[in-house]
């Protein structure tokens, strides 16, 4: 356990205005590891992400990828080692899924502007490199014949299966996904799942952000729990699932309690309440039209 | 027939110098989504660039060889407009990067201004059209075809010869190198292009140098071709690279080229064959654009606009 971590958030808040997106949130995660991000909308998640990425500059705190600061550019950290993908699909439509990949690769190919106008050995070789390196990832996600096909085209479980590969592209040492299995039927999620072991077990440590706790729970060694921009557990799954507070946060409250609340409500309206006329009268302005709109 | 094809011939190379200007525009706004009103007059710059390499730099005795004064004209036209556009680039468009569209718009509006008057009042004798020298690799070649000779001289050979290539040369650039990607990804995707490591001012400053070169090299063919340049045709030579653009689909480098070759010709037949003869020429082109962009208003090649989640 006291092994230096490949990823680490210290203490990251966001301010945006007057609204905290985050506060205090920190993060350890080991080499090897698959870390499960979980909690419900809008508790700041896909905000965390954009703060590991350099997208956003946290207002305090910092991250450190093997004990050095990333900076806040996204292309340069990109560099440094963390890639990513995203929550709503965001491919080069119009490229080809190998054109995509390679875009990835960028980052680690030297080509200037000049060597790409005159064809040298040189460029002809990087070139070469990349495009093999690129087949190579896209039959790794399982996307092998499918290169000559422009990303729009594709149905919508390869879109995610190629961001996928787009961010190995980038020879990352930590992956972050952003809900890798929304919309997936599943066979696809199982698929996923496997995946993401297979993509471990290549030396990548592994973020992954996902609704689905059932498939989080089955994936990762190690889950945090983000609710309204705090972290409020972390443990192995086998503890953050019986944690009665993420039960309540992320779940909703336990059944019996739910059923208690609803028989007390039950009750208040029966005995003609002030609150259930409330609830059942709409509001009218003087032309009768239900609401406040204008 | 001889007439024709003498038109024809007159519409490719008037086509084939649009498109070297339509280039650039469709390239910029490709990945910056702006209109660059200036460049028109980066092509008139490098025009002008190119003959103040002959006249001042250029030693007499090289003067005569083509062979030798062509190459250095053409260098000093596309280095100077290379230098024009980045700089723009730099200090006019780069600061409005993220401000509301039609800013950087009217900032590209004012450079323009701004070039056209620092030429005229700048260059000796720029407020008349100045001559490029005479005679200067200009060898026409006749022949007879059917009722009558048609004409094409050497510069005219140059122009087409030059953009075609020029275009190719671009095409494959874009879709085969990896800076050519970089700059695919960044005009469909800023942000995400950013998170695989691209970085955007390099690739932007890439585009502007690339339009800017095209557009001098442009300029030194328009000289030897018309034998003058004149501070005038920045702004003319602009909106008709400008409306073949459009035309081709903003965008696309496939459509700059056909826009361009599009409105030479119709330019030419249309003053040759319709009513009205050149009078009504620039009408002809208009109709045309107007016509297409109602049944393509993406232009024939470009692709239609998404809106982004």
Known sequence: MSAPPVLAANSVSMVFGGLTALSNVSLRLQEGQILGLIGPNGAGKTTFFNCLTGLYSPTTGNVQLRGKVLPTDPAAVTVAGVARTFQNIRLFPSMTSLENVLVGRHARMKQGPLASLFHGPAYQRGERDARDRALELLEFVGLGKAHDELARNLPYGDQRRLEIARALATDPKVLLLDEPTAGMNPQETEATRQLIFAIRETGVAVVVIEHDTKFIFSLCDHVSVLVQGQLLVEGTPEVVRADPRVIEAYLGKPPDEVEAEVRQYAEEVAHGGPEATQVIQPVRDQDGHEGGKR | ?309
């Open chain 2, 1 to 309: 027939m001889a007439t024709l094809l003498q038109q024809l011939i007159n519409g490719l190379v008037l086509g084939g110098l649009i498109a070297l200007i339509a280039l650039g525009y469709t390239m910029v706004y490709g990945i910056i989504q702006l209109i660059n009103f200036a460049h028109g007059e980066v092509f008139m710059v490098g025009g002008f660039a190119s003959l103040a390499t002959y006249r001042y730099f250029l030693p007499p005795s090289w003067r005569s060889d083509w062979w030798l004064a062509l190459p250095l004209m053409a260098i000093g036209g596309a280095v100077v407009a290379v230098v024009l556009a980045v700089v723009m680039e730099r200090f006019a468009y780069r600061p409005l990067r993220n401000a509301p569209r039609l800013a950087p718009l009217i900032t590209a509006l004012g450079v323009s201004v701004i070039l056209k008057e620092v030429v005229r009042l700048g260059y000796p004798g720029a407020t008349a059209p100045v001559p490029f020298p005479r005679a200067f690799v200009d060898h026409q070649f006749r022949f007879e075809f059917f009722d009558g000779t048609v004409n094409i001289g050497s510069t005219a050979i140059l122009m087409i010869v030059v953009s075609i290539v020029g275009a190719i040369i671009l095409q494959t650039y874009i879709t085969r190198s990896r800076m050519g990607r970089a700059m695919r990804a960044t005009a469909q995707d800023p942000d995400t292009a950013r998170l695989m490591g691209v970085n955007p001012n390099r690739t932007i400053v890439l585009t502007f140098t690339i339009g800017g070169a095209l557009a001098g090299i442009a300029g030194v063919l328009y000289g030897i071709h018309i034998t003058n340049v004149d501070t005038e045709v920045g702004f003319l030579y602009g909106i008709f690279a400008f409306t073949a653009a459009v035309l081709g689909g903003v965008g696309s480098i496939k459509g700059a080229v056909i826009g361009g070759f599009a409105i030479g010709l119709i330019k030419t037949l249309s003053g040759q064959y319709f009513p009205g003869g050149t009078q009504y020429d620039l009408v002809w082109i208009f109709v045309l654009l107007i016509v297409v962009l109602v049944f393509r208003p993406q232009g024939l090649f470009g692709e239609p606009e998404r809106v982004r989640a």
